[in-house]
């Protein structure tokens, strides 16, 4: 179960984040209030939320999850990929050694973002992508292995990052779409297939035995509640125009 997140309000700048997608500039006044529907829902889950204020020197900032990984025996902060964000992860220092005391980090060449990496239990697999490489993947599985966890690698040939098609939602159960169904690494899931024009709700966090779904993806929101688990819709529109989504928001730990 997880206690608390780490979250950071966007800032002026979002609208001139990185994007591949092709769906408008964000609103800003709604993405405002999106993010804050998004605090009130980890809420909801029981956990305490400290809210970070925005930073615009960075306009992918408010993306928290990118820049560290968080777990039961150790944080690490990450090298991001994405030269226009390597500046974020010195915020996050001090911040994360008020609740861990040390912190491990990622050094280049190595480059890691938090959006390839997943959790299942003590264990993490971590995407290849174009912003976590071999070097950064290694140093990370190193210091989980000096912390009493493990990790493994995925390769990524379409999505951005690992999380952008895979999600687990505890009880073997594993959220996929496109490449991920068919990956010999998660064949023992029980896997929860998302449609390819419902892609985008894949990116979804079980957060204490409830599910956080992007909203407007009836079949996706379907298949969760078929599976057994209480859903709650959170409107990221402004976010998607950015690449982001639920996971990338936050830092749960
Ligand atoms: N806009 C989020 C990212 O590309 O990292």
């Keep these: 179960m997880y206690k608390r997140a780490i ?5 002026e700048s979002l609208i001139h984040g990185l994007t591949t997608a092709d769906l408008g500039i964000p609103d800003y006044k709604k993405a405002l209030a999106q993010h804050a529907n998004y605090i009130e829902a980890l809420e ?8 970070l204020g925005p930073d615009e020197q960075f306009p992918d900032s408010t993306f928290v999850e990118d820049i560290a990984l968080l777990t039961k025996n150790c944080a690490i902060i990450t090298n991001p990929g994405a030269p226009s964000r390597k500046g974020e992860t010195a915020a996050i220092k001090d911040i994360l050694k008020e609740f861990y005391g040390e912190v491990e980090e990622v050094q280049a060449p ?21 912003r976590t490489n071999v070097d950064g993947a290694a140093q990370v599985i190193r210091f989980l292995e000096n912390n009493g966890l493990s990790g493994s690698l995925v390769e990524l040939e379409e999505t951005l990052h690992l999380k952008t098609g895979v999600a687990y939602l505890e009880q073997n159960n594993l959220i996929a779409c496109g490449e991920f169904l068919l990956k010999e690494e998660f064949k023992e899931f029980n896997l929860l297939e998302i449609a390819e024009d419902e892609s985008y709700a894949a990116n979804c966090i079980w957060v204490n035995d409830r599910v956080l779904i992007p909203s407007g993806y009836p079949k996706a929101r379907e298949t969760i509640l078929g599976a057994g ?3 709650i819709e959170v409107g990221v529109s402004e976010f998607q125009k950015l690449d982001g989504g639920l996971s990338c928001l936050s830092l749960r730990f």
């Design 110 to 130: 190595g480059t890691v973002e938090g959006g390839d990496i997943m959790m299942v239990g003590s264990h993490f697999y971590i995407g290849l992508s174009e």
């Design 7 to 11: 979250v950071r309000t966007p800032g």
């Design 229 to 231: 688990y209480s859903v």
């Design 44 to 51: 909801e889950c029981g956990l305490e939320v400290l809210v």
